[in-house]
């Protein structure tokens, strides 16, 4: 992560876990004197949710920004998570990502967004 700044949270995977989340995320941004998309509370809420859904114990919520742009990605650490809904992505498109992705590996889900930082 050379030349940005980054952080990254652990939390336990529980239904308060999207609203604590989105909060870290909120502060840092904050902290760093960046203007944060509107979006970005609900699009956190959304990752976070998603990866809760996988049903571990925790979540990893990881966060870094350069150039103008903030990407975000939650971690499941859920071996063999269940099917990703449909609409996840297409939600997060809707939320304001302009990129997004997932990832499903034998330790896990990843769940991606990057957005714009607000002008």
């Not at 529980?14 to 609900?42: H, M, N, Y």
């Not at 742009?69 to 099917?83: E, G, K, T, V």
Request: hydrophobic fraction near 45%; charged fraction near 20%; charge should be negative.
């Amino acid at each position: 992560m050379r030349n940005r700044q980054g952080a990254a949270w652990s939390l336990e995977a529980q239904p308060w876990a999207p609203r604590k989340g989105s909060a870290a995320v909120a502060d840092r941004v904050g902290k760093w004197g960046l203007t944060a998309p509107d979006c970005l509370e609900d699009l956190v809420r959304h990752l976070v949710a998603t990866v809760v859904a996988d049903g571990g114990r925790h979540v990893s919520l990881h966060l870094a920004e350069q150039d103008g742009q903030i990407l975000l990605l939650a971690f499941s650490h859920q071996p063999q998570p269940p099917d990703l809904e449909a609409d996840v992505l297409s939600r997060l498109r809707e939320l304001g990502a302009v990129s997004c992705g997932t990832e499903t590996a034998v330790d896990g889900r990843q769940v991606w967004a990057l957005l714009d930082l607000a002008a």
